[in-house]
């Protein structure tokens, strides 16, 4: 692709044996080059100027960094916290309390620190009564969130989304969660109450229950559905969700049994 591309600088992870090939390029050398290119950009890029909507509705307790973007329509309750350099985007919701930290872009549409599904059955009666949501959110430096996610204040504890976690839309984040540091989360994932994280995970469009521990560097595959805790350094995939090689073993005594 070098011989070919009509770029006359290229990122790239190797030097062709060929001279010739980039005679007449300037070649950036490095070990990632998409990793690289991705910074690179990021940093020249000026993604919002700094400084708050009219329309926006901000309590006068709240404290917001005054390098902060604030978008149409956001809404900022008592005692919120927002760090420097983080960006709100339209029609957002922080509840009161909620703590978010530096560089944090919270993308349009989201509700951050509303109640969290908890109720009490009165078990003469069948009555619900709900029980108090008293913790909060913080959200770590450099977290970003993306488009109508949902995530609920603790109900003792807080929810907790740690450094460099990275959201993606229609996520459901439940009260008591606890999200590692520079873990993924795709699209469509709902995570049940009390559930805790850990780091780098990668959680693809899951169903976890509540109260599930998952470990550090986990991979979860798109629909799985998780009903135990998954150890760290493993991938689960399947309903309910096994170890991929579990996964592939059963799968394959299944055709055998359907061929049989």
């Known amino acids: 692709m070098i011989a070919e591309t009509q770029a006359c600088t290229i990122i790239c992870d190797y030097i062709p044996e060929d001279e010739n090939i980039y005679k007449s390029k300037c070649l950036i050398v490095?070990?990632?080059?998409?990793?690289?290119?991705?910074?690179?950009?990021?940093?020249?890029?000026?993604?919002?100027?700094?400084?708050?909507?009219?329309?926006?509705?901000?309590?006068?307790?709240?404290?917001?960094?005054l390098s902060c973007y604030i978008g149409p329509n956001v809404c900022i309750g008592d005692h919120v916290e927002i760090g420097e350099n983080t960006f709100i985007h339209s029609n957002c919701s922080i509840y009161d309390n909620v703590k978010i930290g530096k560089d944090v872009i919270i993308d349009a549409g989201c509700v951050i620190g509303s109640a969290g599904f908890g109720f009490v059955r009165d078990e003469s009666t069948g009555e619900p009564t709900r029980f108090p949501q008293l913790g909060n959110v913080v959200i770590g430096d450099d977290v970003e969130i993306g488009a109508n996610v949902c995530i609920d204040r603790g109900a003792l504890n807080d929810t907790a989304i740690h450094k460099g976690a990275k959201i993606d839309n229609f996520v459901h984040v439940a009260h008591n969660v606890e999200i590692g540091e520079y873990t993924y989360v795709v699209a469509t994932a709902v995570i049940g109450g009390s559930t805790v994280i850990g780091k780098r995970c990668w959680i693809a469009a899951s169903r976890i229950l509540n109260k599930i521990t998952i470990g550090d560097d986990v991979t979860l595959g798109y629909g799985a559905v998780v009903l135990k805790s998954v150890p760290s350094n493993s991938?689960?995939?399947?309903?309910?969700?096994?170890?991929?090689?579990?996964?592939?073993?059963?799968?394959?005594?299944?055709?055998?049994?359907?061929?049989?």
């Open 235 to 260: 991938t689960y995939v399947g309903y309910p969700a096994v170890e991929i090689e579990e996964y592939v073993k059963q799968k394959k005594n299944l055709e055998k049994l359907l061929t049989d």
């Open 30 to 65: 490095v070990s990632n080059p998409k990793l690289f290119f991705a910074k690179l950009i990021d940093q020249q890029q000026q993604k919002f100027s700094h400084g708050i909507h009219p329309s926006a509705v901000i309590s006068v307790s709240a404290k917001i960094a």
